[in-house]
Nanobody, 118 residues
């Protein structure tokens, strides 16, 4: 089983940057796809970006393409979401999640709040 925890959220002004971190309990995290999903108040959860377990392929939500980047440390025990050019529409609770290759997410972190002020 994979246990995840997010950190790095906070308040940032529009146009600013923020880096989120998602830490796995063990290096078994390397066996899973890792993604970031967000949920704004009153809205459904929305896929943001997914990194396949090889680390060489990603898929990204169109609205954050070119602004958000997913990466990991070498051991793949920590996954990062680098967010640039933040917009108020990016305000949400951001969750990291893990999934078998190409499948639905099975394991979720508790989420971290990102608030972007205009």
């Amino acid at each position: 089983q994979v246990q995840l925890g997010e950190s790095g959220g906070g308040l940032v002004q529009a146009g600013g940057s923020q880096r989120l971190s998602c830490t796995a309990s063990t290096s078994c995290f390397r066996l899973y796809d890792i993604g970031w999903i967000r949920q704004a108040p009153g809205k459904e959860r929305e896929f943001v970006v997914r990194m396949f377990r090889s680390g060489n392929s990603t898929v990204t939500l169109d609205s954050v393409e070119g602004r958000f980047t997913i990466s990991s440390n070498n051991a793949k025990t920590t996954v990062y979401l680098e967010m640039n050019g933040l917009e108020p529409e990016d305000t949400a609770v951001y969750y990291c999640a893990a999934a078998p290759l190409g499948k639905q997410y099975l394991y979720w972190g508790q989420g971290t709040q990102v608030t972007v002020s205009s």
